[in-house]
T-cell receptor
């Protein structure tokens, strides 16, 4: 089944403790992206990747890192999480940027205390 | 403000009625997409309409695009309780590196 898989689904952590949210897609998509969703603010793009070893900042990249060493994986790294990064995070992928539908993972609800 | 803004913010209808949701945008687009999100879940793609298209259908969904008014509408006919969700429009702006920008969404409640 074609899908985008994010893990974990829920994560509670403390300020400053490094964490990684994994994302994997099995559709051979070139484009992958991370979003955060907050009440009243909608979806905001954090980082995106057009292909392997090609990543770029989205609208809200501060405090986040990503890597794209393989086509299928696009992990999101929070080196030193802070409470303002408490949010619902989504990974998404598509054949290409903009012109084709995005496939979303089921989300990771992160709480930073 | 947002490139894509949905209207209304919330909509409550009776099962069987039609639901119409609108999206307005500010700058020229390559295409416009509609997505659905069930509570706390990932977004699901519904329809993509290109700037040279005026109307598209998919099952009970009908999307129109009026580039002169910079607006789109999503019509769900004969709504069902299972259509209860948030709906988002997303636009790809012309010349902006094909970036997809989402609106803040419309909450649709369909009462059984």
């Amino acid at each position: 089944e074609a899908q985008v898989t994010q893990n974990p689904r829920y994560l509670i952590t403390v300020t400053g403790k490094k964490l990684t949210v994994t994302c994997s897609q099995n559709m051979n998509h070139e484009y992958m992206s991370w979003y955060r969703q907050d009440p009243g603010l909608g979806l905001r793009q954090i980082y995106y990747s057009m292909n392997v070893e090609v990543t770029d900042k989205g609208d809200v990249p501060e405090g986040y890192k990503v890597s794209r060493k393989e086509k299928r994986n696009f992990p999101l790294i929070l080196e030193s999480p802070s409470p303002n990064q408490t949010s619902l995070y989504f990974c998404a992928s598509s054949l290409s940027q903009g012109g084709s539908p995005l496939h979303f993972g089921n989300g990771t609800r992160l709480t930073v205390t | 403000s947002q490139q894509g803004e949905e209207d209304p913010q919330a909509l409550s209808i009776q099962e069987g009625e039609n639901a119409t949701m609108n999206c307005s945008y500010k700058t020229s687009i390559n295409n416009l997409q509609w997505y659905r999100q069930n509570s706390g879940r990932g977004l699901v793609h519904l329809i993509l309409i290109r700037s040279n298209e005026r109307e598209k259908h998919s099952g009970r969904l009908r999307v129109t695009l009026d580039t002169s008014k910079k607006s789109s509408s999503l019509l769900i006919t004969a709504s069902r309780a299972a259509d209860t969700a948030s709906y988002f429009c997303a636009t790809t702006i012309t010349g902006a590196n094909s970036k997809l920008t989402f609106g803040k969404g419309i909450t649709l409640s369909v009462r059984p």
